[in-house]
């Protein structure tokens, strides 16, 4: 589902295909803050609701589109990555449910399939005429492979923008968000935010969709 674009956070005002790479390991159990026990994944689904309900109300051609439109969803965990379809608030419950948390964080499968899922629904067009592709990854830690990560989109460029959305807290948390700003601090059209220890799903989707709405 395309949407527009928003100078404010450094990505082009110009019409854009966000997707969204959602961490599944088993660390999204733990819970959010050491202050609250909720589980990550619980905090993110009430987050991804409120953004793929503002993002519906927006989409004049999600009633047109197969699924009924909606937020496009990679997962990944343990080297594995799975295109889940669409994510909407038809849909959302339905899907969230059937997703197995559990595995170690390694993002670079995600991230190949990511691109594969747009070239599939994009690549037929003319690359002056695509959406930009904006990649929104959320996770809660440091990447088995953040290296080989860093390198894949190293020459991120052009069309092709990535928001990494942290969540959790503590010393895990922290070298995570160490080593995604090293990969920001070289690359332009690399986003990190953090969201530690944030507890309220609504301060989480008001970020979100002031990076990709």
């Given at each position: 589902?395309?949407?527009?674009?928003?100078?404010?956070?450094?990505?082009?005002?110009?019409?854009?295909?966000?997707?969204l790479?959602?961490?599944?390991?088993?660390?999204?159990?733990?819970?959010?803050?050491?202050?609250?026990?909720?589980?990550?994944?619980?905090?993110?689904?009430?987050?991804?609701?409120?953004?793929?309900?503002?993002?519906?109300?927006?989409?004049?051609?999600?009633?047109?589109?197969?699924?009924?439109?909606?937020?496009?969803?990679?997962?990944?965990?343990?080297?594995?990555?799975?295109?889940?379809?669409?994510?909407?608030?038809?849909?959302?419950?339905?899907?969230?449910?059937?997703?197995?948390?559990?595995?170690?964080?390694?993002?670079?499968?995600?991230?190949?399939?990511?691109?594969?899922?747009?070239?599939?629904?994009?690549?037929q067009?003319?690359?002056?005429?695509?959406?930009?592709?904006?990649?929104?990854?959320?996770?809660?830690?440091?990447?088995?492979?953040?290296?080989?990560?860093?390198?894949?989109?190293?020459?991120?460029?052009?069309?092709?923008?990535?928001?990494?959305?942290?969540?959790?807290?503590?010393?895990?948390?922290?070298?995570?968000?160490?080593?995604?700003?090293?990969?920001?601090s070289?690359?332009?059209?690399?986003?990190?935010?953090?969201?530690?220890?944030?507890?309220?799903?609504?301060?989480?989707?008001?970020s979100?969709?002031?990076?990709?709405?």
């Amino acid at each position: 589902m395309a949407a527009p674009g928003d100078q404010s956070t450094g990505i082009p005002d110009v019409e854009k295909e966000p997707m969204l790479l959602l961490d599944t390991t088993g660390s999204m159990n733990y819970p959010t803050s050491a202050t609250d026990k909720t589980p990550r994944k619980d905090t993110i689904r009430e987050a991804i609701s409120l953004v793929v309900d503002a993002l519906g109300a927006e989409d004049s051609q999600a009633g047109h589109e197969e699924e009924g439109g909606g937020l496009r969803t990679v997962t990944f965990a343990d080297g594995q990555a799975h295109d889940i379809g669409d994510l909407n608030p038809a849909n959302l419950s339905q899907k969230w449910g059937q997703i197995r948390w559990a595995g170690g964080t390694r993002i670079v499968p995600g991230w190949n399939t990511l691109i594969d899922t747009y070239q599939d629904e994009f690549g037929q067009e003319p690359p002056d005429q695509r959406p930009l592709l904006l990649g929104l990854v959320i996770t809660d830690g440091e990447a088995d492979d953040t290296e080989r990560f860093a390198q894949t989109i190293s020459t991120a460029g052009g069309g092709v923008y990535i928001v990494v959305a942290l969540i959790g807290y503590g010393a895990e948390h922290d070298r995570a968000l160490a080593s995604y700003r090293a990969i920001e601090s070289g690359n332009a059209h690399v986003k990190v935010i953090t969201f530690a220890s944030e507890t309220n799903p609504q301060i989480i989707a008001d970020s979100l969709l002031r990076m990709i709405a």
